[in-house]
């Protein structure tokens, strides 16, 4: 969504929505009703019913015992909190009679909800207050009071400048924010998250120096240690970049740095980076940066449930406006400059789409001197 309105022209808000210890304060009656609109099992409902229903806490007052019914909440760590709470959002929801929101396709977004992290989407500073306010006075009705201080908002640059005032406190209007994990922005959306990354995979290292630097453990357990933990760190959610050649360097070099480190090797010593990889067996992160775009790719395309996953990566506005110079780089970029425009079609076939490498949209197509 953040890619295609900054590139077409197309006025785009966020706000991102924080709740007041939201699973412990959502009303356990308005769970219930959700599950019943829901049109859930009645197998199903009765168990959920009975597991949500009769909770106690007990204090001690004077060394007395007092018991105190909980009427509120969903259970943490409990596998169906999560669940149970998105379910309720979305009933919540579904009841606001909300204008606006980006048209894709014919249909108006207006909201992504995660659990209890939710997104809220508009045209302009003006619309998201709308919107807030409504969900301000419906959250409370099911026990839920959204967190002013921590609601942040944030504009690309074709909206106009504005407050958003939410009963006398205004809402903070930020550059970037993280939302899931990831740090969303409009302008240097790549730099920002690639650093990040990068800082988030020392930290790991940092964590287990003692046991990647011992020289009594085999580099065996050293590589399953950087594959486990180090390597997610560096790569999460990087399946969903708009892969450049600056991100896929700066990333290659912290891999070489780690993996110099690991085989105390300086610079000074001379050794290839071709060589240190032979003696670690490390995965190139190159290599796995598009094996995890790949896949994630090929989900995307073969979905078949009408999710805004699928639907806004095939979208294409009407009208679009797009600014003078060469377009950046996009998500979908390496997919269309193998494949073409029906990439998606290959990815239907599982064992076809399996044989595609990503890793050669960077070379030129044709003879030789083909641009």
């Known amino acids: 969504m953040v890619e295609k309105c900054n590139e077409l022209q197309i006025p785009l808000c966020l706000a991102f929505v924080d709740y007041k210890k939201a699973f412990d304060s959502v009303e356990r009656n308005a ?5 019943d609109k829901c049109g859930v099992n009645p197998n199903y409902f ?3 019913t009975e597991m949500t229903t009769g909770c106690s806490t007990e204090i001690k007052l004077f060394g007395d ?3 105190i019914n909980i009427c509120k909440r969903v259970r943490q760590g409990d596998t169906t909190s999560p669940k149970l709470f998105a379910v309720t959002l979305e009933t919540l929801f579904s009841e606001l009679d ?4 980006i048209r894709v396709d014919g249909e108006r977004l207006t909201h992504l909800p995660f659990a209890d992290d939710c997104v809220l989407f508009a045209h302009s500073g003006l619309e998201l207050q709308d919107k807030f306010l409504q969900l301000q006075v419906e959250s409370k009705k099911i026990g839920l009071e959204m967190n002013l201080s921590k609601t942040k908002w944030m ?6 400048e504005s407050r958003i005032n939410i009963e006398g406190q205004i809402i903070e209007e930020v550059g970037s924010y993280v939302y899931l994990g990831q740090q969303l922005s409009f302008t240097d959306n790549i730099v ?8 988030a995979a020392w930290f790991s290292f940092n964590r287990r120096r003692t046991s990647l630097l011992d020289a009594n453990l085999p580099m065996k357990i050293k590589a399953d240690l950087f594959h486990s933990t180090i390597l997610p760190a560096l790569l999460y959610g990087l ?14 070099v912290t891999q070489r740095s780690v993996e110099r480190r690991i085989c105390k090797i300086s610079l000074r010593d001379q050794v290839t980076s071709d060589e240190i990889r032979r003696r670690t067996g490390f995965t190139d992160v190159v290599q796995e940066i598009y094996k995890r775009k790949q896949k994630w790719a090929g989900h995307v395309a073969r979905i078949r449930d009408n999710r805004w996953t699928t639907r806004l990566t095939c979208w294409d506005p009407l009208d679009p406006k797009r600014p003078r110079g060469r377009p950046k780089t996009r998500w979908a970029g390496p997919m269309v ?5 029906l990439w998606m079609r290959r990815a239907q076939d599982w064992k076809s789409w399996s044989e595609v490498d990503l890793r050669g949209w960077r070379k030129p197509r044709g003879g030789v001197g083909s641009r």
């Not at 504009?155 to 106009?160: D, G, K």
């Open 46 to 48: 009765d168990l959920l």
């Open 31 to 35: 769970v219930l009703n959700a599950l």
């Open 192 to 199: 920002g998250e690639c650093s990040r990354r990068r800082n």
């Open 98 to 101: 909300w204008d606006g929101g």
């Open 239 to 252: 399946d969903c970049w708009p892969i450049t050649k600056a991100v896929e360097d700066k990333l290659s």
């Open 337 to 341: 400059k193998l494949l073409g425009q």
């Open 65 to 67: 015992p007092c018991y």
């Open 155 to 160: 504009r690309n640059s074709l909206c106009r």
